[in-house]
């Protein structure tokens, strides 16, 4: 396997069209990172640059060390899949996962072994002499993936190859590439626009926006300490609330509710020059508990009134309003059967390691 670093690297189209802009990460070997963003952040782009598809316009790419700009993707030894799923329809089943071992010149004997061995992962083993036209998708794309999992690469690279699964077949796929990731202990780089399945799969994730690297880190990293507002909104279901509020001492922040303005402590200070001024305020919905009393010794408490009431299976949303701005609470079944309901006057209470603050004009953490 291989550790794979980017060095200032950029994809410029056209002379002027920036689709990636000064790229540096790196995937130490046998890690799973997933590349993190919405549509057209530049994810598809890095991960092109990364298999050889693309040409760097400036910058470096190195495996294990050595540069690989001016190498194929045959000479970087690497194993695709993508959406589409791209099998050979005159082929059987077989014959799609053995083709990269047969072209390469391997032995009757080896490929046989090794397309059984990769078959039995994806539980492929009954259907090795059908046609792609008689599988259904979720099939077809388990043999795309076996196609690519065959070849013992030194880089697995993975563009969004189960986004378009329903939510159940989305799921099972995504057991059995964690399974053999760690069977395997391959060095992964997995694109996705899908938060869900990068803190399924992934050890580390690489956030873009605007062809841009906004954060690398664990799940962990980018929750709780979000470098910017785009991580913090980005991640998270339902997302991060923003609310406006002022800097009033540089380790205290308010916001407006509906009894006036409230002080928040805050983790740790910000810098002098930001006292006095407007920021915006992050707290994850998940991390606001809600009670029919004040509770000071939970940290802050806001007075705030119930919107609308959400079931959630063990759990229901709250969307709370302070001042007219509103928020969104997750709270666990046992305090959503206590009788609250619509139009009733509650208590939020935030504990202070919570609280996010980010500069109202760069949208940076003051806090991270």
């Known amino acids: 396997m291989s550790k794979i670093e980017a060095k200032n690297v950029w994809k410029i189209y056209n002379g002027d069209?920036?689709?990636?802009?000064?790229?540096?990460?790196?995937?130490?070997?046998?890690?799973?990172?997933?590349?993190?963003?919405?549509?057209?952040?530049?994810?598809s782009s890095t991960l092109r640059m990364i298999a050889g598809l693309e040409e760097i316009t400036r910058g470096e790419l190195l495996f294990d060390e050595k540069v690989v700009n001016d190498l194929s993707p045959n000479e970087r030894n690497i194993a695709l899949a993508f959406e589409s799923y791209a099998l050979y329809?005159?082929?059987?089943?077989?014959?799609?996962?053995?083709?990269?071992?047969?072209?390469?010149?391997?032995?009757?004997?080896?490929?046989?072994?090794?397309?059984?061995?990769?078959?039995?992962?994806?539980?492929?083993?009954?259907?090795?002499?059908?046609?792609?036209?008689?599988?259904?998708?979720?099939?077809?794309?388990?043999?795309?993936?076996?196609?690519?999992l065959v070849r013992d690469?030194?880089?697995?690279?993975?563009?969004?190859?189960?986004?378009?699964?329903?939510?159940?077949?989305?799921?099972?796929?995504?057991?059995?590439?964690?399974?053999?990731?760690?069977?395997?202990?391959?060095?992964?780089?997995?694109?996705?626009?899908?938060?869900e399945e990068a803190i399924a799969l992934a050890d580390k994730v690489l956030v873009m926006n605007l062809g841009v690297v906004?954060?690398?880190?664990?799940?962990?990293?980018?929750?709780n300490h979000p470098v910017n507002k785009f991580v913090a909104g980005f991640l998270g279901e339902p997302a991060m609330n923003f609310i406006n509020g002022k800097i009033e001492k540089p380790q205290e922040v308010s916001i407006s509710t509906k009894e006036g303005r409230s002080v928040l402590p805050l983790r740790k200070k910000v810098a002098e020059s930001h006292v006095g001024s407007n920021v915006t305020v992050g707290i994850r919905p998940?991390?606001?508990?809600?009670?029919?009393?004040?509770?000071?010794?939970?940290?802050?408490?806001?007075?705030?009134?119930?919107?609308?009431?959400?079931?959630?299976?063990?759990?229901?949303?709250?969307?709370?309003?302070?001042?007219?701005?509103?928020?969104?609470?997750?709270?666990?079944?046992e305090v959503a059967k206590l009788d609250i309901k619509p139009e009733q006057n509650v208590w939020l209470n935030f504990k202070q390691e919570d609280i996010n603050v980010f500069d109202y004009e760069t949208e940076n953490s003051l806090l991270d």
């Open 153 to 195: 690469p030194n880089l697995f690279l993975l563009d969004e190859p189960i986004s378009h699964m329903d939510q159940r077949v989305r799921s099972v796929l995504r057991a059995r590439i964690k399974r053999i990731h760690e069977d395997l202990g391959a060095t992964t780089i997995y694109v996705t626009h899908d938060q």
């Open 89 to 148: 329809p005159p082929l059987t089943v077989y014959g799609n996962i053995a083709f990269p071992l047969q072209a390469r010149g391997m032995k009757k004997g080896v490929v046989d072994k090794k397309v059984k061995q990769v078959a039995e992962w994806m539980d492929l083993t009954d259907l090795l002499d059908r046609k792609p036209a008689n599988l259904s998708g979720g099939q077809q794309q388990r043999v795309s993936l076996a196609r690519a």
């Open 17 to 43: 069209v920036i689709a990636v802009e000064d790229l540096n990460f790196c995937c130490e070997d046998g890690e799973f990172m997933a590349i993190l963003g919405p549509s057209g952040c530049g994810k």
């Open 286 to 333: 998940e991390k606001i508990t809600v009670s029919q009393e004040k509770r000071e010794q939970e940290g802050t408490s806001v007075p705030a009134k119930i919107e609308i009431i959400e079931p959630l299976g063990e759990k229901k949303i709250l969307t709370v309003k302070l001042d007219g701005e509103e928020l969104k609470a997750v709270v666990p079944w």
């Open 214 to 223: 906004n954060q690398v880190g664990t799940i962990d990293e980018l929750f």
